[in-house]
């Protein structure tokens, strides 16, 4: 009835895992399970669930590294909640504030509001064990152990083939200010995207804000989420995508949508996310058991199949994306990111009016 | 046993301690709703009122939030726009909903049924739902009306923009005006025919009499409509965050959303919120002082029978309006809804191959929140609409039989937060109740409380026009047979107001399933509810699955409101079969 | 050339006939009533006058044009009528200045011209002082008063009232009653008015018309109506009365108990065969006296059954010595007749009426 599609299968057969074959599942996990793991696990087991908010990445690939999640330590319920990064960010300040932390793992897309957090002691320290196996561009931002990063993605152009010719199609962010694209750019809203924040404060960095004011001049459709911008392509709103995610537009590609995707001459934004665990949250054993899985080859090859970047050398890029290490990477250093996202904010809602 | 035993008793039950004794009930049952009344309303509106003269972390007072919140230009012109939104669809809801009423009770306008049922979907639609669905009609360069547009006239590109002030007014309009709908012809039922006779033979035919004599008795209504219209649109936030942020302008709600940003301020935001109570009590005074002196109903009871005004060929005209408003409040979002609900990918259009089921599979099965989330969301709707009614049912009672002294407080505690937008509602009931000692963050209880607020003056207005149309001599027939006050209450009272409060029930279920502007700041992770949920899913753009959810939403309360309806023998706007 | 004039008109209603066949002429300047208990068809007769119903048969004219006919009828905003309702339908939104200015707006007259109409027809119902009130500030009977003005300022060719009487108490009722005459009187317009109460009808109207099942029993002036009832239901409706039945021989009238000569009747007595009259309890005369030979015939020996004492006068039932016919006797105040005591009957066969 339904295609067969990689991801369904993974879907479904973590559902018939989890459903079915408990006892079989378990013993081949524990088998591959490292003692740590182990130890965590038996843990873990008792305290039975996991509340994890994340702005990674669509509820559909978050989805699937919980379903995996659940299917490898049997016994652990994960409560995914997706939103953006800010929204994320004002529940576990309102949950901080209130005393009352229902967050178990954190995963932002601003490494801004890591450090900050860090500073505040809103986390726990933990050192995962396979924090030390992960591809060295993404070691060592915290080495007091208090967030790594467990997730990367890439931002270029994107662009819809049925309206845009590829030789016609931008080669650089700087093409963007063509007025040819007037009212035809899908942007997302730093106020509300972690990425967003990112990517426009490295474009700050390589062109000034004169950039974005030029920018506003072609009247850009701005939405919320940076996934935004794929929805646009996919609607036929918007032509080009100026703040596109790979993983998402490649997806969308998967799904049978015509579009593609442009890897900026002057450079693709590389998106360096971070974990953390909550200190004084509800599951302590299974926030960190889940800190390992977030840095195992099981979750980079699931990033993988959803197109975002592998954060272990084991686990190789997909044929279809780019993986970083191929492209030109441009991107801001965590102390620009911690004070110059705010900034970014203020000055975009100034120029962009909301 | 002597006289003077029974003379000696019959003193005691006379003296003083023993009025003391039966005075000390009637206080007690004063003091106790008078603490629910507090704690439910009063606390958090004043948290809020202190918070907006608090310093952060030191809590010092300090008018700096207002300056900071006033002090911005965008802020002010947040304020401005939510004023515009506000008036733009309290006359739009006005166009759409008087007409048909008119139409539905006085004339004989073909198809009456039908339309109602069409109110009544626009009137369970919630607005951010239909937001989206206008999105999918209204995109500028992908809405289906622009394409179709595009198609017909060769034009490059479409006419219509949704990412607008009008459009925003427009997508607010269309599933508000059900209020002004309801409140219209009800009063316009109540209309004698004498009233448009007397016109008539002095002269005046049809359009003149509905003009200046029909409509004017109904104005009572008429302006309630408006002011609801008026104070529902301002205090929104789904639709306005969907179509304003796009459009590059901001409204108080979400101007507010930016307050709780990184870092919290939540002593800004309670600032920046009090214009809009503002404004709410504002418009109270100003409904006051218009309606004044004059009376609105049949100054006496005879002659009050209602017929049908004969249209002739008109009555095409206003079916046509009527299937006009319609279409725009529910045919068009439902069609690109549904679409979107069973396509793959909803841009590729409407084809067979994109034709599929797997969004729904996706929500109702793999998903892991999505059914815990529908639970949620009618179970704590129908324990707010139980908690509601009966705590308002109480409180009427004791109002209406003057139980208490002061009762009229009481009377006032539960209407008052009508004057509090939703969103302002819950930020009070944040900083109430959140934090410890009740530490009441992300329960179920917070959210159930703070819808209970919030519909306190819906679940209060029909409890008491209930028990208005019943005559305190059927409960004091009972009680002259010897029978006590509760128990009059409980043989009499409550069977013969079953149908009233099953009605105001789902008066008060069936906002609660759309409540989007309060919930957004109290729910937490388990206790999510749909239209946060909807929300939270239009951020990542994906409109099938969202578009599947919106359809079980409107599915599941479509069909309990009906039940509940065939149950009681009315439908929502509470007529009689 | 009469003002009004309804020839066969009728109303259906499947098989029911709620008016049927009326035919009813007024003059200019007439007060005409339709009395008749209620379900009579009144009402609807009133609604088809004023433009509201359409008749299924029968047609209706006003100065010779034909208003009302079942192949189609002038609306009732262009009949240049009046109408007064039950509710009086006052608008509450509106002061008592501008209900009664409404009929003139519509008239473009010039607003001085309405303000010194208004003015005077207030004056008139003596509501001057009370102009800027509203109707929810005033009484039952200066509601009236306002429905009335409202409806007589635009001078109307017919005036209908329906029933304006019954919601007001039993003195105010009494006063309003000359009021809508003297109005009337005033103004000289053209009346109908319904009522159930035939107090009402005879106080106010030029002549009535009975009605009953949808049909006009009589149409006459009051006193020949209460004198001359022409049906049964006519004489029962109107007044008390007592029904008596008798058998002509062509010289006396014979009655259960006793007989009265033919000669002392009027002229449409029938000379042979049965003869009904209704005979009025104040057209009798109780008396302890025995008839004289002078007196005639006219006397029966009667019992005294039951009474009642009311004030103005003595209801009394009494039974002739022989047969076992009941009267109803009205008399003054001051003839005192025990129950049981014997009495002498003294009938004024003019004054019977013989019913058809």
Not at chain 1, 138 to 157: E, M, Q, R, W
Not at chain 2, 10 to 31: K, N, Q
Not at chain 2, 109 to 130: E, H, Q
Not at chain 3, 92 to 97: I, R, Y
Request: glycine fraction near 8%; proline fraction near 5%.
């Amino acid at each position: 009835m339904f295609t067969i599609r990689r991801r369904n299968f993974i879907l479904g057969s973590s559902a018939l895992v989890a459903l079915g074959t408990g006892p079989k599942v378990s013993a081949q996990a524990a088998a591959s399970m490292t003692p740590h793991e182990k130890e965590l696990y038996d843990a873990a087991k008792k305290e039975g669930e996991l509340t994890w908010y994340t702005a990674h990445s669509d509820d559909i690939t978050s989805q699937a590294l919980g379903r995996s999640f659940e299917s490898l330590y049997p016994g652990i319920k994960v409560n995914v909640l997706r939103t953006t990064a800010q929204v994320a960010y004002q529940r576990i300040t309102q949950e901080i504030k209130a005393s009352a932390i229902q967050c178990d793992v954190l995963s932002s897309t601003d490494l801004g509001h890591s450090v900050e957090l860090k500073a505040k002691g809103a986390f726990e320290k933990y050192i995962p064990e396979n924090s030390s196996k992960v591809l060295d561009i993404y070691k060592g931002y915290d080495p007091d152990g208090y967030y790594f990063v467990t997730s990367a993605g890439l931002i270029g152009i994107g662009y819809n083939t049925a309206k845009v010719k590829e030789a016609d199609a931008p080669k650089n962010w700087t093409d963007l200010l063509d007025p040819r694209w007037n009212n035809n750019i899908a942007l997302g809203h730093p106020g509300f995207s972690g990425y967003v924040g990112t990517w426009a404060l490295t474009l700050r960095n390589q062109y000034g804000w004169d950039f974005f004011e030029k920018l506003a001049k072609n009247n850009p459709r701005v939405g919320r989420s940076i996934n935004d911008t794929v929805t646009m392509l996919n609607a036929g709103e918007s032509a080009v995508a100026g703040s596109g995610p790979a993983a998402t537009l490649l997806e969308s590609v998967r799904k049978g949508n015509p579009l593609a995707m442009v890897y900026p001459t002057d450079g693709s934004v590389l998106i360096i996310a971070p974990s953390s665990i909550m200190k004084g949250c509800k599951h302590p054993n299974a926030a960190r058991l889940f800190m390992e899985f977030l840095m195992s080859p099981g979750a980079s090859q699931i990033w993988v199949d959803h197109f975002t970047e592998s954060i272990r050398p084991e686990v190789p890029a997909s044929k279809i994306a780019k993986p970083a290490k191929d492209l030109k990477i441009i991107r801001p250093t965590v102390a620009e990111i911690t004070k110059g996202v705010p900034e970014v904010i203020k000055q975009w809602r100034e120029t962009f009016g909301a | 046993m002597t006289d003077k035993s029974l003379d000696d008793r019959a003193l005691h039950f006379s003296g003083v301690a023993s009025r003391l004794r039966r005075l000390d009930a009637s206080i007690l049952l004063w003091l106790a709703l008078i603490a629910v009344l507090a704690f439910l309303v009063l606390n958090p509106i004043l948290r809020l009122i202190i918070s907006s003269l608090q310093e952060t972390d030191t809590g010092h007072f300090t008018f700096a939030n207002y300056r900071v919140a006033y002090g911005n230009i965008r802020h002010l012109q947040a304020l401005v726009n939510s004023l515009e939104l506000g008036i733009g669809v309290a006359l739009l809801a006005t166009l759409f909903a008087v007409p048909i009423a008119w139409a539905i009770s006085r004339t004989d306008m073909p198809g009456k049924a039908f339309v109602r049922l069409m109110v009544f979907a626009a009137f369970v639609t919630p607005p951010y739902l239909g937001a989206i669905g206008w999105i999918l009609l209204a995109g500028p360069n992908s809405g289906w009306l622009n394409k179709v547009w595009m198609a017909l006239t060769g034009a490059e590109h479409g006419i219509f923009n949704i990412y607008s002030m009008t459009g925003l007014i427009l997508v607010v309009a269309v599933t508000s005006f059900p209020y002004t709908f309801v409140f219209t012809s009800s009063a316009l039922d109540l209309v004698s025919s004498e009233m448009e006779d007397a016109a008539n033979i002095l002269g005046a035919r049809t359009l003149r009499t509905t003009l200046r004599i029909t409509l004017p008795l109904v104005t009572p209504a008429i302006i309630g409509g408006i002011i609801i219209s008026f104070l529902e649109a301002i205090a929104l936030f789904g639709a306005p965050a969907l179509i304003a942020l796009p459009a590059r302008f901001n409204v108080v709600s979400t101007q507010l959303w930016q307050f709780f940003e990184y870092p919290v301020r939540v002593e800004e935001a309670a600032a920046y919120a009090m214009p809009l109570l503002a404004i709410t009590v504002l418009m109270f005074w100003l409904q006051r002082s218009l309606l004044g002196r004059k009376g609105y109903t049949s100054v006496t009871g005879k002659g009050g029978e209602r017929r049908m005004i004969a249209l002739g060929p008109w009555r095409w005209v206003m079916l046509g309006y009527a299937l006009f408003v319609c279409a725009l409040s529910v045919f068009l979002p439902m069609v690109v809804l549904l679409q979107a609900a069973f396509a793959k990918a909803w841009g590729r259009g409407f084809s067979l191959d994109n034709l599929t089921f797997h969004n729904f599979y996706y929500l109702l099965v793999e998903q892991t929140q999505a059914k815990q989330t529908i639970l949620n969301t009618f179970v704590y709707s129908a324990v707010t609409a139980f908690a509601a009614i009966s705590l308002t049912l109480a409180i009427a009672y004791v109002v209406s039989r003057k139980l208490v002294p002061w009762s009229n407080v009481l009377a006032f505690l539960c209407v008052a937060p009508f004057v509090v937008p939703g969103i302002v509602l819950a930020i009070g009931f944040y900083a109430a109740y959140a934090s410890p000692p009740l530490a009441l963050y992300g329960t179920a209880t917070i959210l159930i409380l703070g819808f209970t607020t919030r519909f306190l003056p819906i679940a209060y207005t029909s409890s008491a026009a209930g028990l208005r149309s019943i005559n305190p001599e059927m409960e004091e027939a009972v009680r002259i047979l010897g029978g006590g006050r509760l128990l009059a209450i409980r043989k009499v009272l409550i069977p013969l107001l079953k149908k009233s409060l099953a009605g105001a029930w789902i008066l008060v279920f069936i906002p609660a399933t759309r409540e989007l502007s309060a919930a957004i700041f109290l729910v937490g992770p388990n206790t999510r509810v749909i239209s946060v949920m909807l929300f939270d899913l239009s951020e990542e753009g994906n409109f099938e699955v969202l578009s599947a959810l919106g359809v079980i939403l409107l599915i599941a309360t479509v069909a309990i409101a009906a039940i509940g309806s065939k149950m009681i023998g009315r439908d929502f706007m509470l007529r009689r079969d | 050339m009469s003002r009004l004039k309804l020839s066969g008109v009728s109303k259906r209603y499947g098989d029911f006939f709620a008016v049927d066949t009326i035919d009813l002429e007024l003059q200019s300047g007439e007060f005409v009533s339709l009395l008749g208990p209620s379900g009579c068809g009144k009402t609807t007769t009133l609604r088809m006058i004023a433009g509201f119903v359409d008749p299924t048969a029968g047609i209706i004219e006003m100065d010779g044009q034909v208003l009302s006919s079942p192949a189609g009828s002038v609306p009732p905003d262009r009949r240049q009528m009046s109408m007064i309702f039950q509710s009086y339908a006052i608008w509450p939104n509106m002061t008592v200045q501008q209900n009664v200015a409404f009929g003139l707006e519509l008239r473009r007259m010039p607003n001085a011209e309405v303000k010194r109409r208004v003015g005077e027809m207030l004056e008139v119902v003596h509501m001057n002082h009370l102009a800027d009130r509203y109707p929810a500030e005033l009484s039952g009977g200066q509601q009236q008063r306002v429905a009335l003005a409202r409806a007589i300022v635009i001078r109307p060719s017919v005036l209908l009232l329906d029933e304006p009487l019954s919601n007001l108490d039993a003195t105010l009722r009494e006063e309003m009653r000359f009021e809508i005459r003297r109005l009337h009187d005033e103004f000289r317009v053209t009346t109908v008015y319904v009522t159930h109460d035939q107090a009402e009808a005879m106080v106010t109207s030029d002549r009535i018309a009975v009605m009953n099942h949808g049909r006009i029993d009589q149409v006459d002036h009051p006193r020949a109506l209460y004198n001359k009832p022409k049906t049964r239901f006519v004489a029962g409706f109107i007044g008390r009365t007592n029904f008596i039945e008798g058998t002509s021989d062509g010289h006396e009238i014979s009655f259960d108990g006793f007989a009265l000569p033919r000669s002392a009747f009027g002229r449409d007595v029938p000379s042979q065969g049965k003869a009904v009259f209704s005979v009025r309890p104040h057209s009798m005369r109780l008396s302890d006296v025995p008839p004289t030979a002078r007196d005639g015939c006219t006397s029966v020996a009667v019992i005294v059954l039951e009474r009642a004492f009311l004030g103005e006068h003595w209801d009394y039932v009494v039974k002739p010595r022989e047969g076992a016919l009941t009267l109803k006797v009205t008399t003054s105040p001051l003839d005192d007749f025990p129950i049981g005591a014997p009495a002498w009957l003294e009938f004024e066969p003019r004054q019977m009426a013989s019913i058809a």
